[in-house]
């Protein structure tokens, strides 16, 4: 199975144009969550959050904090990045993808773009679903609001997974296993 990472930076809307733009405001919720609009492979065309396929010897920590830099230029702590999901991708029946969710509120930089993505902070009230994977909306929205989730999604109709059909799923909410990681 294919192991991948995905990363959602927070921010508060009201903070658009702050050099420290991912650091929180006395606890205050953030608003916006900084997607990015993927240039090619799995899922070219649409939203996501950064994020990509374990390297040789990477833990998924790692993994998240490099493909956020490479993708959108983003610098982020490996303390700083919060466990918010453990995802499983079934495609016929058999594990195709797992997929360990992050997010922080906390980070460096600016977004740029690069070859592989577009990045764009959007209100957390407004994810464009429609341009997303079809399962994104069934998890997304509870990552936003702070949530944990274990989640396991059926596909059919053969490879490549973004054009096979989301037929069904289970979702767990506040697993705490999956904070631990
Ligand atoms: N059903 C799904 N819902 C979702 O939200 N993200 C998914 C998903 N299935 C896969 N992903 C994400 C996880 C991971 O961040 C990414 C894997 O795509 P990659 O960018 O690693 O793949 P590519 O085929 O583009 O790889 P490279 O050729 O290595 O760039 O897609």
Known sequence: ????????????????????????????????VLLIEKRRGLGEG???????????????????????????????????????????????GEGHTFCHVYRTATFEGEPRPSPEARPEWVPIDDVPYDRMWDDDRLWLPGVLEGRTVAGEFR???????????????????DVEVVRER
């Open 1 to 32: 199975m294919i192991e991948a990472t995905l990363c959602f930076p927070l921010r508060d809307g009201a903070d658009t144009g702050d050099e420290r733009a991912g650091s929180r405001d006395g606890g205050t919720s953030p608003t916006e």
């Open 46 to 92: 649409w939203y996501n959050g950064p994020g990509g396929k374990l390297e040789d010897g990477e833990t998924p920590r790692e993994c998240a904090i490099r493909e956020t830099r490479e993708e959108v230029g983003l610098e982020i702590q490996p303390a700083d990045l919060e466990k918010a999901g453990e995802l499983t991708f079934l495609l016929d």
């Open 155 to 173: 596909f059919e109709g053969g490879e490549p997974l973004d054009e096979a059909a989301f037929v069904d799923h289970d979702l767990e909410w």
